[in-house]
């Protein structure tokens, strides 16, 4: 994913915005958190970050996983890490919380052994930066786990609205092949780096898109456009949507989600 296409403060703003509903709706990202805890190698580790912690959710998890742990909650968005400070283990003794750019981690060189970010990874700006990071940061025989997002993701949506007019109406993904190169480019040791289609249904494919600003994942990227759309193209796209529609009479949401395991 190049810088251009990635808007930082457009994405810190509209999941701040989203904070208070996230987890209302948000059962496809828990499920997809939940899968990426159980890849986790055995380790005892004693500094954790959940880098993009977004509302703190996997914390919790983090916490009962590694109870002996200082924990840090990560993120780009400080409303994000506000209603995560409020809500989640806001009684703990050991967990930190910190707003920063995953791209330019405040961790001393060497002192995190563990890295867990779940579908964080796709809103940062330069693959390549962030892994360097995450290398640096990393203590001996450290481990990071991730989930992201590739390209593939939300390819119904993509092409139904291709259908309605050539703007850009859907975040785009880096490839696999991006995230090969990232790795490649650094010492780590690749346990696993795997991509898995998740397919969600839906009745109306307003149901689709209102999760999607729900959660704030709505269109981000720099050449979105700026205007509302107007109803006619809103029409067009709920007819160019029914191509997708299935036997059972639901409608599909296709993400192309990549796991990846790696050790320094």
């Known amino acids: 994913m190049s810088v251009e296409l990635i808007n930082k403060s457009a994405i810190a703003k509209s999941f701040g915005n989203a904070a208070a509903k996230y987890d209302s709706v948000a059962h496809f990202q828990r499920n997809v958190g939940s899968e990426l805890l159980s890849k986790i190698p055995k380790i005892n580790p004693k500094q954790v970050v959940d880098l993009g912690c977004g509302t703190g959710y996997f914390l919790s998890a983090l916490k009962v996983q590694y109870p002996d742990a200082a924990l840090v909650g990560f993120d780009l968005s400080e409303e994000m890490i506000r209603f995560a400070r409020s809500t989640y283990a806001k009684n703990s003794t ?42 640096r940061v990393l203590s001996k025989d450290g481990v990071f786990v991730f989930s992201s997002l590739v390209d593939g993701s939300l390819s119904e949506l993509k092409l139904a609205w ?29 346990v696993e780096l795997e991509v898995q289609a998740k397919i969600l249904y839906y009745q109306k494919v307003k149901d689709l898109t209102r999760e999607l600003k729900t959660l704030g994942a709505h269109n981000m990227t720099s050449h979105r456009a700026t205007h509302l759309t107007g109803k006619q193209k809103i029409k067009q796209l709920l007819v160019a949507y029914e191509y997708f529609r299935l036997a059972d009479g639901t409608l599909p949401a296709t993400y192309q989600v990549l796991f990846g395991v790696l050790t320094k």
């Open 162 to 190: 291709s259908q309605v007019d050539a703007m850009q109406h859907v975040n785009a993904f880096a490839y696999l092949e991006d995230y090969q190169e990232a790795v490649s480019n650094t010492m780590f040791e690749l």
């Open 94 to 135: 050991n967990l930190s919380w910190l707003v920063g750019d995953g791209e330019s981690l405040p961790f001393k060189s060497g002192s995190v052994d563990l890295i867990f970010s779940s579908l964080a990874v796709q809103w940062c700006g330069s693959l390549s930066s962030l892994f360097n990071e995450i290398q």
